[in-house]
C-alpha cells in the first residue's frame, strides 16, 4: 500500500458494473424542497469570472444560509454512504454535502478525481469514490461521460450516481445547452476495507 492512496489506482477494475446509477433515490417531496432551494440562490445568477465562479454551495454556505437543505442532504448522503460501502465493501470518511450549477456553455473535460492523467496523483488523491446527486433533469446536454466504458448517462432528479476515483474511471460533462443543471456531488475517502 503506497502511502499516498488509501485504495490503490486500479484496484476496482475499469468494469462498467462498477458505475451505479440508483434511481429515485431522493425522495420527490425532499427533492422539491431542494430544487425550490437550487433555482432561488441568487449567487447563481450572477455572471461568472471564471469557471467555477459563483457556481457551488459549499456545506458551511449550506448550513448558514438553509440547515433544512443542509439537513436532507446529508440524510441521503449518509444513506448513499451505505450504498457505496455495501458496492465496495469499504469503510468510508462521513462527507459533507454541497451543491452545484452548470449553465449553459459549462462542460467539464476528461479527468479522474484521486489522478492525472498520466498516473500521477492529482491534489485530492484521498478522493476513493465519486457520488452526485442529480438534482434536476429538465436541461439539455450535460450528460456525464466514461471515457474508458464508452457509456454517457443524462440520470433522473433525485438519482444518485457513483463509481471509484481512478482513471480507469475517467470522465467529463458535455457541454450543457439549455436551462440550469443541477448536482449535489461528493468525494469519499477510504478509512479501509471491510
Known amino acids: 500500500m503506497s502511502k499516498i492512496y488509501q485504495i490503490e489506482p486500479g484496484y476496482f477494475g475499469s468494469s462498467p458494473n462498477n458505475i451505479i446509477i440508483l434511481e429515485n433515490f431522493i425522495q420527490d417531496n425532499d427533492l422539491k424542497i431542494v430544487q425550490d432551494y437550487c433555482f432561488g440562490i441568487t449567487e447563481f445568477k450572477s455572471i461568472p469570472q471564471d469557471h467555477w465562479d459563483n457556481r457551488v454551495h459549499t456545506a458551511e454556505i449550506l448550513e448558514k444560509t438553509n440547515k433544512k437543505i443542509f439537513n436532507i442532504l446529508v440524510q441521503y448522503q449518509m444513506k448513499l454512504k451505505n450504498e457505496i460501502e455495501n458496492k465496495f465493501n469499504i469503510k468510508l470518511s462521513d462527507n459533507s454535502p454541497s451543491i452545484v450549477i452548470w449553465r449553459p456553455?459549462?462542460?467539464q473535460q476528461p479527468h479522474a478525481?484521486?489522478?492525472?492523467q498520466d498516473g500521477s496523483p492529482n491534489p485530492y488523491p484521498e478522493n476513493d469514490i465519486a457520488s452526485l446527486f442529480y438534482l434536476n433533469d429538465n436541461y439539455d446536454g450535460g450528460e456525464i461521460y466514461f471515457t474508458n466504458q464508452k457509456i454517457s448517462i443524462k440520470p433522473n432528479a433525485g438519482s444518485a450516481v457513483f463509481f471509484p476515483g481512478d482513471i480507469n474511471y475517467t470522465?467529463?460533462?458535455t457541454e450543457v445547452k439549455k436551462n440550469n443543471r443541477f448536482t449535489s456531488p461528493s468525494f469519499w475517502k477510504s478509512q479501509?476495507?471491510?
Not at 478525481?113 to 492525472?116: F, G, L, T
Open 105 to 107: 456553455g459549462d462542460d
Open 192 to 194: 479501509g476495507f471491510v
Open 171 to 173: 470522465h467529463g460533462v
Open 113 to 116: 478525481d484521486k489522478q492525472e
